[in-house]
């Protein structure tokens, strides 16, 4: 069975300052995907990254930043300079390797609510 | 990009009355639909499967009978809560993935915006 665990429930920081989110997964799959999902007040998810058991490089994108530890089935994201807009819930959710039949599942994290403080 | 679009955003309604909930991909075929269920503060739980012309997967504890799905083309599938009652008050949350024409597209899942169910 798939499980992923997000330890850190609520995590605020003073804006500006970095941010590292956990995500730790368990898969008996050897190909699988990870996800980092946002979830805003609105409560709409915004896709964040996908990124595939094979890729083990780490991923920057502007200020986000994923760190995939296949030693330690961690996928961390890290929020650098965080603002006020960062304030959501982020999840990390976890699939098995997308068939061209298409009805892998996704299990999610539990999540960790992040309060940006100005 | 690919948008999946739900109706209503938000409904209330009464206990023991039916609400139907529809998902759609506004832009690119999904034979593959998901609805998952949140509860306030809580992560998201799949609920079922949903396959184009076929019967949708339920995931264990989910009852069968209550949450109806029916997803009977490429680009929708809808959801009906029966008998509702407040503890079926959730936020409700389709996913589609694009599968493209003949499994052309790219796979991946994209979620609609949501529906808050409360019934009263």
Same mark, same amino acid.
Request: one cysteine or more; charged letters at 20%.
């Given at each position: 069975?798939?499980? !992923?665990?997000?330890?850190?429930?609520?995590?605020?920081? /003073?804006?500006?300052?970095?941010?590292?989110?956990?995500?730790? *997964?368990?898969?008996?799959?050897?190909?699988?995907?990870?996800?980092? *999902?946002? @979830? $805003? $007040?609105?409560? +709409?998810? /915004?896709?964040?990254?996908?990124?595939?058991?094979?890729? +083990?490089?780490?991923?920057?994108?502007?200020?986000?930043?994923?760190?995939?530890?296949?030693?330690?089935?961690?996928?961390?994201?890290?929020?650098?300079?965080? @603002? /006020? !807009?960062?304030?959501?819930? *982020?999840?990390?959710?976890?699939? +098995?390797?997308?068939?061209?039949?298409?009805? +892998?599942?996704?299990?999610?994290?539990?999540?960790?609510?992040?309060?940006?403080? $100005? | 990009?690919?948008?999946?679009?739900?109706? &209503?955003?938000?409904?209330? =309604?009464?206990?023991?009355?039916?609400?139907?909930?529809? =998902? %759609?991909?506004?832009?690119?075929?999904?034979?593959?639909?998901?609805?998952? %269920?949140?509860?306030?503060?809580?992560? #998201?739980?799949?609920?079922?499967?949903?396959?184009?012309?076929?019967?949708?997967?339920?995931?264990?504890?989910?009852?069968?009978?209550?949450?109806?799905?029916?997803?009977?083309? #490429?680009?929708?599938?809808?959801?009906?809560?029966?008998?509702?009652? &407040?503890?079926?008050?959730?936020?409700?949350? =389709?996913?589609? %993935?694009?599968?493209?024409?003949?499994?052309?597209?790219?796979?991946?899942?994209?979620?609609? &915006?949501?529906? %808050?169910?409360?019934?009263?």
């Amino acid at each position: 069975a798939q499980k !992923v665990t997000q330890a850190q429930t609520e995590i605020s920081v /003073v804006e500006k300052e970095d941010v590292t989110l956990d995500c730790v *997964y368990e898969t008996r799959d050897t190909t699988y995907y990870l996800f980092w *999902y946002k @979830q $805003p $007040p609105s409560g +709409e998810l /915004v896709f964040l990254i996908r990124r595939n058991s094979f890729d +083990e490089q780490n991923e920057i994108s502007g200020r986000y930043s994923w760190n995939f530890q296949k030693s330690t089935s961690s996928f961390n994201f890290t929020i650098t300079a965080s @603002q /006020v !807009v960062d304030s959501a819930v *982020y999840f990390c959710a976890l699939s +098995e390797e997308i068939s061209n039949f298409g009805n +892998e599942k996704l299990t999610f994290g539990t999540g960790t609510r992040l309060t940006i403080i $100005p | 990009g690919a948008v999946v679009s739900q109706h &209503p955003s938000w409904v209330i =309604c009464k206990s023991g009355t039916s609400v139907k909930i529809e =998902c %759609r991909s506004l832009d690119f075929q999904a034979t593959t639909m998901f609805w998952y %269920r949140q509860f306030p503060k809580q992560s #998201l739980m799949l609920m079922a499967t949903s396959n184009e012309g076929s019967k949708a997967t339920y995931e264990q504890g989910v009852e069968k009978d209550k949450f109806l799905i029916n997803h009977a083309s #490429l680009t929708l599938s809808t959801l009906t809560v029966t008998s509702a009652h &407040p503890e079926d008050s959730s936020f409700y949350i =389709c996913s589609a %993935r694009d599968w493209g024409l003949s499994g052309t597209g790219s796979y991946e899942q994209y979620f609609g &915006p949501g529906t %808050r169910l409360t019934v009263t």
